[in-house]
């Protein structure tokens, strides 16, 4: 059993006088795919906050790659090797998509600023590489064709595929997806599916996925376990059999039943 | 011909100066309404090294502007720190535009050093004119072409475009916009120096509030996210008012009126977005280097 | 000990004019998130017609005070509806925001400044005789001012505290978006954000120009509310009028003990300074992104 690569401790946030995320504990060993779901409002999304600082954590710790990550900026947790998707797209909206899978890859810039000015052979060479690594990441999320065209311009699920791509150029350990298959039908779930199978193979990300389409959540979670929050607080973790057929995981989910019925 | 002179040397100033504001406005997204007060630090360092110390006017340029970016960056560092993301910078580049200009204005000594204060501050003449304005203005858009289409200003543009998600996929803001001022604080630091330089004098008067609308609406109408916009727009924002002079007290009033209706209607301004493409500028030369084969035949 | 004391009180007098102001920045700040330029505009007008109602058309000063806040209060509303308005509801960047605000303050302080005169002004009332405590003058004109800010900002406190619009109000602060799903109406917000934001600044206008003097120019004093705004801390009232005291009084003792020249240095080192120890200012929370 290999030493996990994300460990979250007793986990807490108080929002002026709601807790948000209560005392949440879990953890990941390296390469894992997990699910994270839950109604809406569970805490699921703040859960991905806390973990890189766009919300500070009232009590509790985050272990990555075991070291604490609680108070790094979150350029700093994003180099550390943390990259995520957002629930609602937050694309560079007038640059290319090229360009936003660009951004993933030269985050700290790969040459000096001296370097940028008078544009050296190495800096040349630097530029090319870039260029070559993110036409392959289009191509991973079979966005190439798509590559010079505004990100505002791309239809919806174009555009979330694009966010997969860019978090990847980020060059993370631990991949974090907010409800990628958001807004998607049927045949586009099917596809995400494969894409999202196709990555964790080849990259050998860590994940976590936060998703309400239940369909991709137990195609992609099978044989591993699937976490599910409410009101803040762990209701359940288990295998996606598990948790279909767990009561209190129905019951949030549908709310009470009436009486009678 | 003295006139057309004049036109060309104050408007390759302007541009100048606006290119700083451009990188900072409109590639990094930061308000700025203060950077006259670069021009006026940049100016005054230049103009004291020339006249008391005989330094060559290039590197007193240099030097004036390398003190305008250190003065950035300490205006810069703490506004840019706050998680609070208030409009700090803006408001602080204000403050000490004007505070300079006031100083500039009222003292007359600085140590032991006669700056004159309002009555400003005369220094040798005749070391600017249009040849050195036209190659300060091709070598200042050359760099900063370089700097917008490398990785770093890359950097910049994806902060102006949504600065969470940058900060999120490990860009480090603080960095980056300390950067971007920097350049810009330089760039209106040398500006304001070449503009001593062809006065012949240094005066608080031409560091108003005023000065850094002029820049600002270069950037505004020449363009958000492009260098030639700016480039175009600040020349003419120079060269149309000396032609229509009648116009020049209502200029303010319709910078005003301007701004809020390309806010509302086109934010992109005349040429946003639009970039220096240096292709054109290559293929033009090939046409010239092959038509001038001495044999008549194209060379390429 | 008598100038010091001295210079405590003209502090107070001119920090409680940065109060109002600063009150009427971080308002605008707090709910929209962006600097409003216009607010130099908005109290200049505000001075300049109480001036122009008193000195042309003969109305007592309490009538003409009036008029002028009234018609400040449509200035403001009417450029939140023409210049703001447009580009909230895209919700267009933070930048564009301040481009627009810049445009209209330019666009009527010049005005102003072609119609109205650049000269400076007194407003046209009697000078009293100041009021002595032991050998410390405080001016009448000044305690009014004190008075009428704090009533003012005693009143404001009430309305935001104390009354369902305030309620909504402070809803739309914290976060626009959950405000208007719960039924408030964001124009009507902004409305009321801006018809208080008319009142404030002529109020301080006008005592500012009786303090010193009118002129289309004077909103340049708005910038030392902003400062004092940050030094408190941004997105809190009751730190906004902290820092203006603070400011107000600090500056004073600068231009009286140092010399006049400075002052506007020094505010601009002090907020410098602050922000280097204090990143959020005095009283500052930090805040939260909503992803």
């Known amino acids: 059993m290999s030493d996990p690569i994300l460990n979250i401790q007793n986990l807490t946030v108080d929002f002026g006088g709601v807790r948000a995320v209560n005392n949440v504990s879990f953890s990941l060993t390296p390469g894992e795919f997990v699910g994270l779901i839950g109604p809406n409002g569970a805490g699921k999304t703040t859960v991905f906050n806390l973990i890189t600082n766009s919300i500070r954590v009232t009590s509790g710790n985050i272990v990555f790659k075991g070291k604490s990550i609680l108070g790094q900026s979150p350029d700093k947790i994003c180099q550390l090797g943390i990259s995520r998707t957002f629930q609602n797209i937050r694309l560079f909206p007038q640059m290319t998509a090229y360009e936003n899978v660009e951004l993933g890859l030269h985050n700290t810039p790969r040459y000096s600023l001296a370097e940028a000015f008078v544009r050296t052979p190495r800096a040349q060479r630097v530029e090319a590489d870039t260029r070559r690594k993110a036409h392959e990441l289009l191509e991973m999320v079979n966005l190439e064709d798509h590559a010079d065209?505004?990100?505002?311009?791309?239809?919806?699920g174009l555009q979330r595929r694009l966010e997969m791509a860019r978090a990847m150029a980020a060059r993370p350990d631990l991949l974090l997806l907010d409800e990628p298959a958001a807004g998607m039908n049927e045949d586009e779930c099917e596809e995400l599916i494969q894409l999202i199978r196709r990555i964790h193979d080849e990259m050998r990300y860590t994940m976590i996925m936060i998703e309400h389409h239940m369909k991709v959540v137990m195609d992609l979670c099978s044989g591993s376990r699937i976490y599910v929050l409410n009101l803040g607080s762990f209701l359940a973790v288990g295998s996606p059999e598990e948790?279909?057929?767990n009561p209190d995981v129905i019951k949030a989910y549908l709310g009470e039943r009436r009486n009678g019925n | 011909m003295g006139y057309i002179n004049t036109i060309l040397i104050l408007g390759g100033i302007n541009v100048i100066a606006a290119l700083g504001v451009s990188i900072l406005t409109g590639y990094t997204g930061l308000f700025t309404i203060?950077?006259?007060?670069?021009?006026?630090?940049?100016g005054y360092v230049s103009a004291i090294l020339i006249k008391e110390y005989n330094v060559h006017f290039v590197l007193a340029l240099i030097v004036g502007g390398a003190f305008a970016g250190v003065a950035s960056l300490i205006i810069g560092y703490p506004s840019f720190r706050s998680r609070l993301r208030g409009d700090y910078f803006a408001i602080a580049t204000l403050g000490f535009s004007e505070a300079i200009r006031l100083i500039l204005n009222n003292a007359k000594q600085i140590g032991n050093l006669n700056i004159g204060g309002s009555f400003g501050y005369s220094i040798p003449s005749g070391l600017i004119n249009?040849?050195?304005?036209?190659?300060?203005?091709l070598v200042a858009a050359y760099f900063a072409h370089m700097f917008v289409t490398s990785q770093h200003g890359k950097n910049c543009i994806a902060i102006a475009q949504d600065e969470v998600a940058a900060e999120m996929m490990g860009v480090n803001l603080l960095r980056t916009k300390l950067t971007a001022l920097f350049i810009s604080a330089f760039y209106a630091g040398v500006a304001g120096g070449l503009m001593g330089l062809f006065f012949a004098y240094q005066s608080p008067s031409f560091y108003s509030i005023t000065q850094s609308s002029n820049l600002l609406a270069a950037v505004v109408f020449g363009g958000i996210q492009s260098l030639i916009g700016p480039i175009i727009t600040a020349f003419i924002l120079i060269a149309a008012p000396q032609v229509l002079l009648v116009f020049e007290s209502w200029r303010l009033i319709a910078y005003g009126f301007l701004f809020v209706l390309v806010m509302v209607f086109r934010p992109q301004g005349l040429l946003g977005y639009v970039e220096m493409n240096l292709n054109f500028i290559k293929v033009g030369w090939k046409k010239m280097t092959a038509t001038k084969a001495p044999h008549g035949k194209a060379v390429h | 000990m008598d100038l010091f004391l001295q210079q405590l009180v003209s502090g107070i007098s001119i920090g409680a004019i940065y109060a109002l102001l600063a009150v009427g920045y971080a308002l605008v700040y707090s709910i929209y998130n962006f600097t409003n330029w216009a607010f130099d505009a908005f109290m200049a007008f505000g001075a300049i017609m109480a001036f122009i109602a008193i000195a042309?058309?003969?109305?007592?000063?309490?009538?003409?005070?009036?008029?002028?806040?009234v018609l400040t209060i449509i200035l403001a509303v009417g450029t939140e509806r023409l210049a703001y308005r447009p580009l909230r509801i895209r919700q267009a960047p933070r930048l564009f925001m301040m481009?627009?605000?810049?445009?209209?303050n330019l666009t009527i302080v010049q005005l102003m400044n072609k119609f109205f005169g650049g000269t400076f002004r007194k407003f046209p009332v009697e000078s009293v005789q100041p009021i002595f405590i032991g050998n410390v003058s405080i001016g009448r004109m000044d305690l009014l001012a004190g008075a009428i800010s704090f009533a003012v900002l005693s009143l404001l406190w009430l309305f935001l505290y104390r009354t369902k619009w305030g309620l909504a109000i402070r809803a739309s602060s914290i976060d626009v978006q959950t405000a208007s799903l719960m039924g408030i109406n964001n124009d009507a917000v902004a409305v009321a954000i801006f018809g208080l934001t008319g009142i404030l600044s002529t109020v301080a206008g006008v005592f500012y120009g009786i303090k010193y003097a009118v002129f289309p120019m004077m909103?340049?004093?708005?910038?030392?509310?902003?400062?004092?705004?940050i030094i408190g801390g941004l997105g809190n009232l009751p730190a906004a009028i902290l820092g203006s005291l603070l400011l107000g009084v600090l500056e004073t003792l600068v231009s009286g003990y140092i010399s006049s020249t400075y002052r506007d240095l020094f505010s601009f080192i002090f907020l410098i300074v602050i922000l280097l120890f204090f990143p959020n200012g005095l009283m500052g929370k930090?805040?939260?992104?909503?992803l």
């Open chain 3, 56 to 69: 042309s058309l003969a109305m007592p000063f309490w009538a003409a005070a009036l008029l002028a806040i």
């Open chain 1, 243 to 245: 948790i279909q057929t």
């Open chain 1, 149 to 156: 065209k505004r990100a505002s311009s791309l239809p919806y």
């Open chain 3, 99 to 104: 481009i627009s605000a810049m445009g209209v």
């Open chain 2, 34 to 42: 203060g950077h006259a007060g670069f021009m006026a630090l940049g």
């Open chain 3, 219 to 229: 909103g340049t004093i708005t910038i030392k509310a902003m400062i004092a705004s």
């Open chain 3, 286 to 290: 930090s805040g939260e992104e909503k």
């Open chain 2, 130 to 137: 249009v040849p050195v304005i036209l190659i300060a203005v």
